[in-house]
C-alpha cells in the first residue's frame, strides 16, 4: 500500500570529506548539484528516444554531435530489489573492485586521493575495432545528498560522480590511446517498504531507484556508426552486469543504509 511506503533516511553524513580549500572543491560541487538537480526533474519526456527496455530497465539517449563527433547523452533508470541505494554507489565508487564488475576496462589505476570520499583514477579501456583504443582521467566522488527539504517526504539520494579532469603529475602523458572526456553520475534512492510490526526490516523490504547520466565525448575521430551500436550493447549490459555484481556482493552481508 501506497501510504505506507516510508523511506529511511541514513544518519545526516558531512557531504564531503574535501577540504573546502581543495582545487577542484567548487567543480565537485556544481557538477554533483547539477546532477542532482536532472535527477530530481527525472525529465524523460519525448526529446529521450528508448534504445532499450528491458523489465525495470530502461536507457534513453539523445542524438547530439560536437565538432562532428557523436556525443549522445545517454540517461538511464532502473529498480532492484534488495540492495540500497548507498550499496550501489559504494560498489560503483570503490576503486578496488572495479575491474570485478566494469567489462570495458583493460586496466585500472588510481593516482590520487583528494580525501576519504574522492580520489583521481587513471584507465584504459578495452579497444573498440576499428577505432584507436581510448582512456580517461577522472576524479571520482561518492556522497550522501540528505534531503533538505521542508517536506519530510523529499528524496534522499546516494550519488557518484566520474568527471574528467585535463591533466595530472602523475598520469602518463604521451600514450597511444586518445583520451575520452566523461560525465557519468550514479544517482540513487532507497525506498523501504516497513515490515509486519514484529520483524526487521529485511533484503525483501528494500528496492533501490537507479537513475544513471553519461556524457561521454570519445575524445577524436570513431565512426557514428560503431560509436553508437557499442554503447546500445554496452551499457545495457554494464547496468545488469553491475546491479547483479552488487545483490552478489550484499546478500550476505548486513543492509548497508
Ligand atoms: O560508468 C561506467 N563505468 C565507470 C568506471 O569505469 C566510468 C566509465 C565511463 C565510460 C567512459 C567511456 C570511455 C571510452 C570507452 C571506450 C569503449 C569501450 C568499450 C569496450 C567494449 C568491450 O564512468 C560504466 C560504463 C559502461 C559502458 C561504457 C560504454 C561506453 C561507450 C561510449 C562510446 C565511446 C566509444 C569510443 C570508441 C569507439
Not at 546516494?158 to 603529475?169: F, G, M, R
Request: hydrophobic share 35%; aromatic share 10%.
Amino acid at each position: 500500500n501506497k501510504l505506507s511506503i516510508q523511506k529511511i533516511k541514513p544518519p545526516k553524513a558531512p557531504k564531503t570529506s574535501l577540504s573546502p580549500k581543495h582545487k577542484y572543491y567548487k567543480e565537485i560541487n556544481e557538477v554533483i548539484a547539477e546532477h542532482i538537480k536532472y535527477a530530481a526533474k527525472l525529465d524523460i519526456d519525448n526529446t529521450w528516444e528508448l534504445i532499450h527496455d528491458e523489465g525495470e530497465m530502461k536507457v534513453f539517449k539523445r542524438e547530439m554531435e560536437e565538432d562532428g563527433m557523436v556525443v549522445d547523452p545517454l540517461k538511464a533508470v532502473h529498480t532492484v530489489k534488495g540492495i540500497t541505494g548507498h550499496e550501489v554507489c559504494h560498489y560503483f565508487w570503490n576503486p578496488d573492485v572495479r575491474m570485478e564488475w566494469e567489462g570495458t576496462l583493460e586496466s585500472a589505476q588510481v593516482l590520487d586521493w583528494f580525501s576519504e570520499d574522492t580520489c583521481v583514477c587513471y584507465q584504459i579501456h578495452k579497444k573498440v575495432w576499428p577505432t584507436t583504443q581510448r582512456e580517461a582521467l577522472f576524479w571520482t566522488q561518492i556522497r550522501h545528498v540528505p534531503n533538505e527539504d521542508e517536506d519530510e517526504d523529499g528524496p534522499d539520494y546516494w550519488i557518484v560522480c566520474n568527471y574528467s579532469i585535463p591533466d595530472h603529475d602523475k598520469c602518463p602523458e604521451k600514450t597511444k590511446n586518445i583520451r575520452a572526456i566523461m560525465n557519468v553520475a550514479m544517482i540513487c534512492e532507497t525506498v523501504v517498504e516497513p515490515p509486519q510490526s514484529d520483524r526487521n526490516i529485511t533484503r525483501e523490504n528494500i528496492t533501490c531507484k537507479i537513475q544513471y547520466h553519461a556524457n561521454v565525448n570519445p575524445g577524436g575521430w570513431a565512426p557514428a556508426s560503431v560509436l553508437r551500436a557499442v554503447y546500445k550493447r554496452e551499457y545495457p549490459k554494464f547496468l545488469k552486469r553491475f546491479t547483479q555484481y552488487v545483490m552478489d556482493q550484499t546478500k550476505d552481508k548486513p543492509i548497508m543504509f
